[in-house]
């Protein structure tokens, strides 16, 4: 709904690791380490390979875990991010793996990122 703020620094992710990814009804979070957190409610895509088209997936409805291949990087460390343009955010963690994340809503946010108590809404 609202883009990236301009003073974002998509680098504060570097170094961290992916410690878990949960579902519920209509949001996807990812977690980090350090008190980051990032919680979905618009498209983010994996790719596990940098061939890899990647897979969609819309927190609409409750996924099942068992489903959605973010489960598979869990573990992995951020080794790169990036605002690929003003409404996307990537992340390239060990393994190959990369989440984009796409604010690509224009009337409902999309993203909130927590980084310890400070909290942003995409």
Do not use: N
């Amino acid at each position: 709904m609202y883009g990236f703020p301009a003073d974002f620094d998509p680098s504060v992710f570097v170094g961290h690791r992916l410690e878990s990814v949960l579902f519920a009804e209509h949001v996807i979070w990812l977690r980090f380490s350090e008190d980051l957190a990032i919680r979905i409610e618009g498209t983010v895509r994996l790719q596990e390979s940098p061939a890899d088209e990647g897979v969609l997936e819309r927190p609409v409805s409750a996924p099942e875990a068992k489903e959605s291949r973010l489960v598979g990087a869990v573990g992995r460390v951020v080794d790169a991010a990036e605002l690929s343009r003003p409404d996307e955010l990537r992340l390239q963690l060990s393994g190959k793996y990369t989440i984009t994340l796409t604010d690509d809503s224009p009337m409902y946010e999309c993203l909130l990122i927590a980084l310890g108590d400070r909290e942003i809404v995409v």
